[in-house]
C-alpha cells in the first residue's frame, strides 16, 4: 500500500501539478466571472498561463539583493508546501502528498511560510509601498485568524481530532455527514474568514490597487513576478482544498474536489462582486465582532 | 503601707500642672518652667514613697542611733535618690535655658513655634 | 581582666582633663580623646574575646558589699557585644565628625566622650535608677552634642529632643519610684520575680517604666523630636543616635524584659512592628537624606525591639534574641553608620543633592549598606528576617508578619532610591547628558567601607552557623567579590574569565543535577557562559558589570541546586539584587530598576512567608495551598505575568543589551523551574481548587495575547523584545497551568525554546543598535546589507518564534494549541491563536524595520555585530537548526522529566512522529519536504534569472514620484497604525495605571500621616504624653 519514496516523490509532482492547472484555470474563470458581472468582456480563461509564460520570459534587471531574490522563493515554496502538507483526495495515493507530516495545525502554520517569506523580500525592496501592504496584510490577518481558529477548535472538538484525513473520513456516507450541515456556525465562521485570507472585496485593501499598487508585490518583476502567479494558483488551490476538506465532506475523486473547490471559491466572487471595501481598522474590528462571536457560539455548542 | 498622702497628692498635681504648663505655654521659658514645676512634682512623689508614718529622718543622731535606725527611720534610698533627681533636673533645666538664649540669639522668636522649619 | 569600672574612671578622668590638656594645645586634647576612644574600643574587643572564648558573667558590685546595698553592674557576653557595637560606632562616628570636633569647642570632645560613658552605663548597669541615671547622662550629652557647632536648626532640635526626653524621664522616674516601693529594691536581678509586681499597681509601674523607654526607642508617631535630630545633627553623631545610642537603649530595654508580662511585651511587639512599617512608610516621601535615614532609624530600631519582644513572647531560650534581633540590631548599626557617614562625605547639606558620584569600591559599599539594610542577602538581616517570619507565622501572626513586609517594601523604596541618586551622582533624570564626575573622598570612604565589609563579615558568618557549607552556596559571592577584586582588568579578558567562571560552576555543579535540573542549567548556565562572553562586546572595561553579572548567573546556578528552602531563597534575593544592580547601570536604568527591585522585594517576601508556611511548620509537612498561593504569586512577579508585568518591559529594556538578553532568555526561565519544583513540594492544590488553575492559565494567556498586542506598537527595538518575552511566558505560564504530561511537556519545550531563539534576537538587537548607536528602530534599516549575520540570526529567531514550520517554534505551537485542546481549554487555544498572529506584526515590523528597507545614509558604512555577539548567535543558531531537525533531540528529555512526575502520557513519539490523540507532526518529515521544496523552488527561481543587475537603493517603481531620502522613504515609524485605531485600546497601560495608583496611595497616605510631624516641638511633647497615654489603654484592654 505504502508507496516506495521515488514513487511518492512523483506522485507528488503529479499532484501538484493538477493543483497548478487548475488553480490557474480556476483564476482565470472567476476573473472572467467577475468581469461579466461588471458588464465587461473579460479575459480568456486562459489568461494567467500566458501571464506566467510572459513573466518568466522576460529579462529582469533588477534587484535588491539576497533576501529581495528569496522572496518569491519563500512564497511559492510555502504554496507548493501547503498543498503538499494536504490530502487532497480521500484514498487516493497519488493526492494524499506529504500529509504524513503533520496535522491540520501544521497546515495551518505553514500558510504564514510563504507570507512571512514574501514580505520579507518585498521589504528588502524598499518600497514603502510594499511594507504598507504587509502591514495591513498581517493586520488582516490576525484577525480572520481568530474566527478561522474558533471554527478549527470547534471542528477539534466536534470530531475529536485535528487529522485532516480524519476528519474527512468523518464526513462520509452522504452529504448530511457534512461538516456544512453537522456543525453550520464554525462553517460560517470560517467561510467568513475565508473571505479574509482570499483578500477578495471587502478584505481587498492590502493590494488596494488604487493607493498603494499592488502592495507587497510591488517591485517584483518578470520571472519573480511569474513565481508569485504561480504561487497564487497553487496556494489557493491548497486553501480551498483544506476548506473542502474540513467542512464540505472533502473528496473521493478529483471532479468533485473540482466542483467543490469551485463552489467554495464562488463564494468570494460572489460577496467580493457585492461588497465594498473595508479600511483595515475596520477589517480588524469586523473579524473580531461577529464572526468572532459565531465561532464562539460554535465551540460553546459543542463543547459543553 | 498606705499609698495615698497629702505629699504624694500634691507631687501628682504639681506634675500634671507643670505637663499641662509645657504642653500649652508657647512660650518656651514658660515651658521650661512648666517642666521643672513637673520635676518638682516627681522628687515631691519620690520623697513620699520613702515616707513612713510617725517615723523621723534618717539621720544619726539623738532621735535615732545606728542600732535603731531600721525602726525608727523613715527610708532613705528615696531621698537620695531624689537628690540624684533633683541634680540632673538641674542640669536639664540649665540646659534647656541656655538652649532657649542661644535659640533666641541667633535670631528666632521666644515662642516654641518659631522653630518648625523643619517638619514632615 | 580589666574591671568595666574602669571604664567610668577612665572617661570621667579624661573629661575632666580635657580642658586642661587643651590648653597646651589641640593637639594633645585630640591625641588623648582618640587615645581614650582607642582603648575603649580595645577593651570592648578584648571582652568580647574572652567572653566568647568563656562564656560566663561577671556580676560587679561597688563599694564591695552585695545587692541591695549597692549598684550591681554586669558584664558577659551580651554586654560585652554591646559595648562592641557602642565602641566601633563611636569609632566611626567620630572620625566622620573629627574636623568638627577639632575645630569646636574642647567641650565637644568632652560631650562626646560622656555619651559614649552614658551609653556603655546603660549596658553595663543592673540597677534601675542608675540606669535612669546614665539615661540622663547619654541625654545630657546627646542634647548637648546636637547643639555643640551652634547651628539654629541643631539647637531647636535639640530642644525638642529635650522636651521629648524630659516627659519620659518624668515617667521613668514615677515608675521606678513605685517599683521600689512595690518590691524594695532597685536591682533588677532582685527585682525579678518578686512578689510586688503582681497585680494592677506593679503592671502600671512597669508599665511608667517601659513607656519612658519605649519613647527613648522613638516609636511612631510620638517621633517627631528625633526625626528632626536626625535631620539636624551633624551626619556623624547621626550615627552615634542611631547605632551606638539605639543600641544601648535596646538593650536597656532587653534587660527590664524579665519584668515585664505578656501583655507588656505584646505593647512593645506591636508598638515595635508598627513603628517599623509606619516610619518606613513616612520616609517615602523624604528626598532630605537625613531625615530620610532619620526615618529609617526609628523604623528599624522598633523592628529590632519588635523582634525581641516577639522573641521573649514566644521563644524559649536566648538563641532566637541573639540571632534575630541581634542580627538585626548589629547590621542596622553598621549599615546606619556607613549610611550616615556616606551621606556625610557625598552631601553638603543632606538634601539629596550629590557633590559627586563615589568610585566603584565606595558605590559597593553604599550598595552593600543598602542592601544588608533592607534585609537581603547575605547579610545579618536577612537571616534574622527568615527566622523571624517563620516564627511568626507558625505562631499565627499573620498581621504581624505582613507589617514586617510592608515596612521592608517601603524601606527599600526609599533606600535604594537614595542609593541611586548616589551612585549616578544626583537627582537628574538624564545622566548620560552630563556625566557626573567621580569625587575621590579619600579617608571618608574608610568608614562606610569598614562598615560594609564589617556587615558582610558578619552576614557570612551568619550563613556559615547556619550550615552553610557548600562551596557551590559561597560561588556568587565569591565569584562578585573575585570579579570586583579584577574590575580593573579590560572587559574582553574578564568576558572571558566570566565565561570560563560560569563553565566551572555547571562544571562542579552538573553531576549532583536530577535530569529536571540539568534541563534548566541547560538554559541558565549554558545561557549565563554564552552570555557572559557576549558581555566582551563593549570596548572598555565595563565598570561594575562583571561581579554583578557573575553574581547574578551563579545564584541562578545554586538557586537550581540549593537543597534546602532557605538557600534557594537566598540565591533568589541574590540574583534579584545582582538583577537590579545591571538594570540600574543601563543608561537610562533608573525608574526600571527601581520598578523592578518593588516588585522583587514585595514578590520574593511573598515567596518567604510561603516557603515558612510551606516549611512544615503549620500543619506539619502536608501539601499547603496557601504556602503554593504565595510562592507562586512571588514567582509570577519574576516571570512578569500579567498584571504583575509592569517591572517587565524596562527592567528588560534598559538593562545593557547583553544582560537584557540574558533576562528575557535565560533569567526568566528560573521561574519556570521554581514554579515547577514548587508544584512539586507543596502539591497542586491552590486555594480556589481547580478554578484557581484555570485563572492562572487565563493570566498566562492573556498576558501572551497583550504583551503581543503591546509589543506591535513599540518603536524601541528592546521594548518590543521584551513584551514579545512577557508574551512568550504567557505561554509557558498557561501550558504550566494545566498541569499534566502534555502541558507540562509544553511548557519546557517553550522555555527551552523561546531561550535559544530569543538569546539569537536579543544578541542581533545588541549587534545592530551597537553598530547605529540606537534602540529606535525606524532610525534604522537596511542594516542586512552591512550585518547579514546578525540578519540570519534574526531571520531565524523570527521564524522560530513565529511558530512557523520547519523550525523548532512550530513544535511549541502544536504542543501548547494540542495540550490546550486536549484539556478542554478552548477558548485559551483561540485567544493562544489571537497572540500568535499579533506575534507576527511585530516580528515582521522588527525585521523589517531593522535590517530591510531603506539604509540610511549614516549607516551605509557600518560594519557586521562584534564576534563577541556573533559567535553566541551561531551556537544557538546551530542549536535551533538541530532541534528543528530532530526534535527528539530535546524533546526526549523533556518527556524524560514530565513523564516522572506525569506518567499518563498524551504526547509520545513513534519513530520520528509525535503522536497526541487529537493528530501527530512528524518534524522530521516536515523539515525535510519544506527544504527540499524551497529548494526546487530556488533551483527553479535561479534558472530563469537572466542577469540582473543590483541596482541602487532608490531604483524603485515610485509612481511619478522621486524617493526623497530614505527618511522619507523606510515606511517603519507607527508601522501598525490601523491596527492602533482598532485594539490599541486594549494596550493603555492599564497595569501601570493600577499599580501607580496603589504608590500613589502609599505616598499620599505618607504624606497625609507626616503631617503628624509639624516641626512644632509642643506638638511632639503632646504626641509623646498621647501616645504613652494610648499604650496604657492598649494594656488595660488587654
Redesign the interface.
Known amino acids: 500500500m505504502e508507496p516506495s519514496i521515488p514513487l511518492r516523490i512523483a506522485y507528488a509532482f503529479a499532484s501538484l501539478a493538477v493543483i497548478t492547472v487548475y488553480g490557474l484555470l480556476l483564476i482565470g474563470s472567476m476573473a472572467r466571472i467577475s468581469a461579466k458581472v461588471q458588464g465587461r468582456v473579460g479575459q480568456p480563461v486562459w489568461q494567467p498561463f500566458i501571464d506566467i509564460v510572459k513573466s518568466?520570459g522576460?529579462?529582469?534587471?533588477?534587484?535588491?539583493?539576497?533576501?529581495f531574490?528569496?522572496g518569491?522563493?519563500?512564497r511559492?515554496?510555502g504554496g507548493?508546501?501547503t498543498y503538499?502538507?494536504v490530502p487532497a483526495v480521500l484514498g487516493s495515493v497519488v493526492f494524499q502528498n506529504?500529509s504524513?507530516?503533520?496535522?491540520?495545525?501544521?497546515v495551518m502554520?505553514?500558510i504564514?511560510?510563504g507570507q512571512?517569506g514574501m514580505?520579507?523580500g518585498a521589504?528588502?525592496?524598499?518600497?514603502?509601498y510594499s511594507?504598507?501592504g504587509?502591514?495591513?496584510g498581517?493586520?488582516q490577518?490576525?484577525?480572520f485568524?481568530?474566527p478561522?481558529?474558533?471554527s478549527i477548535?470547534s471542528i477539534?472538538?466536534q470530531y475529536?481530532?485535528?487529522?485532516i484525513t480524519k476528519i474527512v473520513m468523518a464526513q462520509q456516507g452522504g452529504f448530511l455527514n457534512w461538516t456544512l450541515f453537522t456543525n453550520p456556525l464554525a462553517v460560517v465562521a470560517a467561510m467568513i474568514a475565508f473571505l479574509g485570507m482570499s483578500g477578495h472585496n471587502p478584505f481587498s485593501v492590502v493590494i488596494a490597487p488604487q493607493e498603494i499598487?499592488i502592495g507587497p508585490p510591488?517591485?517584483y518583476q518578470?520571472?519573480?513576478l511569474?513565481?508569485l502567479q504561480t504561487n497564487r494558483a497553487v496556494f489557493n488551490g491548497a486553501k480551498l482544498v483544506l476548506y473542502m476538506n474540513l467542512f464540505f465532506g472533502g473528496a473521493t475523486n478529483v471532479p468533485v474536489m473540482v466542483v467543490k473547490t469551485f463552489l467554495i471559491y464562488f463564494v468570494n466572487i460572489f460577496v467580493g462582486q457585492a461588497f465594498p471595501r473595508f479600511?483595515?481598522?475596520?477589517a480588524?474590528?469586523f473579524f473580531?465582532g461577529v464572526p468572532t462571536l459565531i465561532?464562539?457560539a460554535a465551540?460553546v455548542l459543542f463543547?459543553f | 503601707m498606705s499609698d495615698v498622702n497629702i505629699v504624694t497628692l500634691i507631687g501628682v498635681a504639681l506634675l500634671l500642672v507643670g505637663f499641662y504648663g509645657a504642653l500649652s505655654r508657647p512660650n518656651v521659658i514658660k515651658m521650661i518652667v512648666g517642666f521643672a514645676i513637673a520635676d518638682t512634682g516627681v522628687n515631691m512623689i519620690i520623697v513620699a514613697v520613702g515616707y513612713l508614718p510617725g517615723r523621723t529622718a534618717p539621720i544619726l543622731d539623738s532621735a535615732a542611733d545606728a542600732a535603731g535606725a531600721a525602726a525608727r527611720m523613715v527610708d532613705p534610698i528615696p531621698q537620695a535618690l531624689v537628690l540624684t533627681a533633683i541634680v540632673i533636673g538641674l542640669a536639664v533645666t540649665a540646659l534647656m535655658l541656655s538652649f532657649a538664649v542661644r535659640m533666641r540669639r541667633s535670631g528666632g522668636g521666644m515662642a516654641i513655634d518659631s522653630y518648625g522649619e523643619q517638619k514632615w | 581582666m580589666v574591671t568595666p569600672l574602669a571604664i567610668f574612671a577612665a572617661f570621667l578622668a579624661t573629661g575632666f582633663l580635657l580642658p586642661l590638656a587643651d590648653k597646651l594645645g589641640r593637639r594633645v586634647s585630640a591625641t588623648l580623646f582618640w587615645a581614650l576612644l582607642a582603648g575603649f574600643a580595645g577593651l570592648a574587643a578584648y571582652y568580647l574575646a574572652s567572653f566568647v572564648a568563656a562564656p560566663g558573667t561577671l556580676e560587679i558590685y561597688t563599694g564591695g558589699f552585695e545587692p541591695p546595698l549597692v549598684i550591681a553592674l554586669r558584664l558577659g557576653l551580651e554586654e560585652s557585644a554591646a559595648l562592641a557595637a557602642v565602641a566601633a560606632v563611636a569609632l566611626l562616628a567620630a572620625f566622620s565628625m573629627r574636623k568638627a570636633l577639632h575645630e569646636a569647642p574642647v567641650s565637644g570632645m568632652m560631650t562626646f566622650l560622656m555619651l559614649v560613658m552614658g551609653l556603655s552605663g546603660l549596658v553595663l548597669t543592673r540597677d534601675l535608677f542608675n540606669l535612669f541615671v546614665f539615661l540622663e547622662i547619654s541625654g545630657i550629652a546627646g542634647y548637648a552634642l546636637l547643639g555643640f557647632d551652634d547651628r539654629r536648626l541643631a539647637m531647636s532640635a535639640a530642644f525638642k529632643y529635650m522636651v521629648a526626653g524630659g516627659i519620659a524621664s518624668a515617667a521613668y522616674l514615677v515608675g521606678v519610684i513605685y517599683l521600689y516601693r512595690l518590691t524594695g529594691t532597685l536591682n533588677l536581678d532582685l527585682m525579678i520575680g518578686s512578689a510586688g509586681l503582681e497585680g494592677a499597681a506593679g503592671a502600671a509601674a512597669v508599665f511608667f517604666v517601659l513607656a519612658a523607654l519605649l519613647v527613648e526607642l522613638k516609636p511612631f508617631p510620638a517621633n517627631g523630636w528625633a526625626i528632626d535630630a536626625y535631620e539636624a545633627a551633624n551626619p556623624g553623631l547621626g550615627a552615634l543616635f542611631s547605632g551606638a545610642q539605639a543600641t544601648a537603649m535596646l538593650f536597656a530595654l532587653y534587660k527590664v524584659f524579665p519584668l515585664l508580662s505578656d501583655a507588656h511585651l505584646a505593647v512593645v511587639m506591636w508598638a515595635g512592628i508598627v513603628t517599623f512599617a509606619f516610619s518606613n512608610l513616612v520616609g517615602l516621601r523624604q528626598t532630605a537624606t537625613r531625615r530620610m535615614f532619620g526615618y529609617s532609624s526609628a523604623g528599624q530600631v522598633g523592628f529590632v525591639a519588635a523582634a525581641l519582644a516577639f522573641g521573649a513572647r514566644y521563644v524559649e531560650g536566648s538563641d532566637f534574641a541573639w540571632l534575630v534581633a541581634g542580627g538585626l540590631l548589629v547590621n542596622h548599626l553598621l549599615a546606619k553608620t556607613g549610611l550616615f557617614l556616606l551621606s556625610a562625605a557625598f552631601e553638603s547639606d543632606g538634601d539629596g543633592s550629590m557633590k559627586g558620584r563615589p568610585g566603584t569600591l565606595v558605590a559597593a559599599a553604599a550598595g552593600v549598606l543598602v542592601a544588608a539594610l533592607v534585609g537581603l542577602p547575605p547579610f545579618p538581616a536577612f537571616w534574622a528576617k527568615w527566622d523571624l517570619v517563620r516564627v511568626a507565622l507558625a505562631t499565627r501572626e499573620y498581621a504581624f508578619v505582613a507589617l514586617v513586609g510592608a515596612g521592608g517594601l517601603f524601606e527599600a523604596w526609599y533606600l535604594f532610591s537614595w542609593l541611586v541618586r548616589l551612585v549616578k551622582g544626583g537627582a537628574d533624570e538624564t545622566p548620560e547628558a552630563a556625566p557626573v564626575p567621580v569625587l575621590r573622598v579619600g579617608a571618608d570612604g574608610v568608614g562606610p567601607v569598614l562598615a560594609a565589609l564589617g556587615i558582610a563579615a558578619l552576614g557570612g558568618l551568619s550563613a556559615w552557623t547556619r550550615g552553610f557549607t557548600d562551596p557551590l552556596f559561597w560561588a556568587p559571592l565569591a565569584g562578585g567579590l573575585l570579579f570586583l577584586a579584577l574590575d580593573r582588568l579590560p572587559g574582553k579578558l574578564k568576558a572571558l574569565l566570566a565565561t570560563a567562571a560560569i563553565a566551572a560552576f555547571g562544571y562542579f555543579a552538573l553531576p549532583s543535577m536530577s535530569e529536571f535540573q540539568k534541563l534548566f542549567a541547560l538554559m541558565i548556565l549554558g545561557g549565563g557562559a554564552l552570555h557572559a562572553f557576549a558581555g566582551g562586546y563593549l570596548t572598555g572595561r565595563r565598570a561594575g558589570h562583571f561581579p554583578l553579572y557573575v553574581m547574578t548567573v551563579l545564584s541562578l546556578g545554586y538557586a537550581l541546586v540549593a537543597e534546602s528552602a532557605l538557600g534557594f531563597f537566598m540565591a533568589w534575593e541574590l540574583m534579584a539584587l545582582g538583577g537590579y544592580f545591571l538594570v540600574l547601570q543601563g543608561a537610562k536604568g533608573r525608574s526600571a530598576s527601581m520598578i523592578y527591585l518593588a516588585f522583587s522585594i514585595g514578590g520574593a517576601f511573598l515567596m518567604m512567608a510561603g516557603l515558612q508556611l510551606g516549611g512544615g511548620l503549620i500543619g506539619g509537612a502536608a501539601p499547603s495551598p496557601a504556602a503554593l498561593a504565595l510562592v507562586g504569586l512571588g514567582l509570577l512577579a519574576k516571570l512578569g505575568a500579567f498584571g504583575l508585568h509592569v517591572w517587565l518591559p524596562g527592567a528588560y529594556a534598559e538593562a545593557a543589551d547583553d544582560f537584557s538578553s540574558f533576562f528575557s532568555a535565560s533569567l526568566s526561565k528560573v521561574a519556570v523551574f521554581a514554579l515547577m519544583a514548587a508544584l512539586a513540594v507543596f502539591g497542586e492544590a491552590l486555594p480556589g481548587g481547580e478554578l484557581a488553575w484555570r485563572v492562572v492559565g487565563w493570566v498566562g494567556i492573556l498576558g501572551a495575547v497583550l504583551g503581543a498586542l503591546a509589543a506591535i506598537f513599540q518603536e524601541d527595538a528592546k521594548y518590543a523584545l521584551a513584551f514579545s518575552s512577557m508574551g512568550q511566558m504567557g505561554y509557558v505560564l498557561a501550558a504550566l497551568a494545566m498541569r499534566d504530561q502534555m502541558g507540562w511537556t509544553t511548557a519546557l519545550y517553550l522555555a527551552a525554546t523561546h531561550f535559544l531563539y530569543k538569546g539569537m534576537m536579543w544578541l542581533s538587537v545588541a549587534g545592530a543598535s551597537l553598530r547605529t548607536g540606537t534602540r529606535t528602530m525606524y532610525l534604522m534599516g537596511g542594516l542586512i546589507k552591512r550585518m547579514p549575520i546578525s540578519f540570519v540570526s534574526f531571520l531565524v529567531g523570527i521564524i522560530a518564534l513565529s511558530g512557523v514550520p520547519p523550525l523548532t517554534g512550530f513544535g511549541g505551537k502544536w504542543l501548547l494549541y494540542h495540550s490546550l485542546i486536549a484539556k478542554g481549554w478552548y477558548f485559551e487555544a483561540a485567544a493562544s491563536f489571537l497572540a500568535s498572529g499579533i506575534a507576527f506584526l511585530y516580528l515582521y515590523r522588527m525585521i523589517h524595520s531593522i535590517f530591510l528597507g531603506q539604509p540610511k545614509d549614516e549607516h551605509r558604512t557600518v560594519k557586521e555585530a562584534p564576534f563577541w555577539l556573533v559567535l553566541p548567535q551561531l551556537l544557538l543558531l546551530v542549536a535551533v537548526i538541530a532541534f528543528s531537525v530532530f526534535p527528539r533531540l530535546i524533546l526526549d528529555p523533556i518527556m524524560a522529566v514530565v513523564g516522572a512526575r506525569y506518567p499518563a502520557a498524551g504526547f509520545a513519539f513513534e519513530g520520528q512522529t509525535l503522536v497526541s490523540s487529537l493528530g501527530y507532526w512528524n518534524g522530521l518529515l516536515t523539515i525535510v519536504v519544506v527544504v527540499v521544496v524551497f529548494v526546487l523552488t530556488f533551483i527553479w527561481m535561479v534558472m530563469n534569472l537572466r542577469k540582473p543587475r543590483l541596482v541602487k537603493q532608490f531604483n524603485i517603481v515610485f509612481a511619478a514620484e522621486r524617493p526623497f531620502r530614505p527618511e522619507t522613504t523606510h515606511f517603519a515609524f507607527d508601522f501598525f497604525a490601523p491596527y492602533r485605531r482598532a485594539l490599541g485600546f486594549l494596550v493603555r497601560g492599564r497595569s501601570e495605571k493600577a499599580w501607580t495608583a496603589v504608590a500613589g496611595l502609599a505616598t499620599s497616605v505618607a504624606g497625609a500621616i507626616r503631617r503628624l510631624y509639624t516641626g512644632n516641638g509642643q506638638t511632639y511633647a503632646l504626641h509623646v504624653v498621647l501616645y504613652v497615654g494610648i499604650l496604657y489603654l492598649f494594656l488595660g484592654v488587654r
Open positions: 518568466s522576460k529579462r529582469n534587471s533588477i534587484s535588491h539583493g539576497v533576501m531574490w528569496l518569491p522563493v519563500f511559492l515554496a507548493v508546501g503538499m502538507f506529504f504524513m507530516s503533520g496535522d491540520l495545525l501544521l502554520y505553514f504564514f511560510f512571512l514580505a520579507l521589504s528588502e525592496g524598499g518600497h514603502p511594507a504598507i504587509v502591514s495591513r498581517l493586520a490577518m490576525t484577525a485568524e481568530v478561522f481558529a474558533l477548535i477539534a472538538v475529536g481530532t485535528l487529522d499598487p510591488t517591485e518578470s520571472n519573480l511569474g513565481m479600511r483595515t481598522d475596520q480588524i474590528r473580531l465561532g464562539i465551540v463543547a
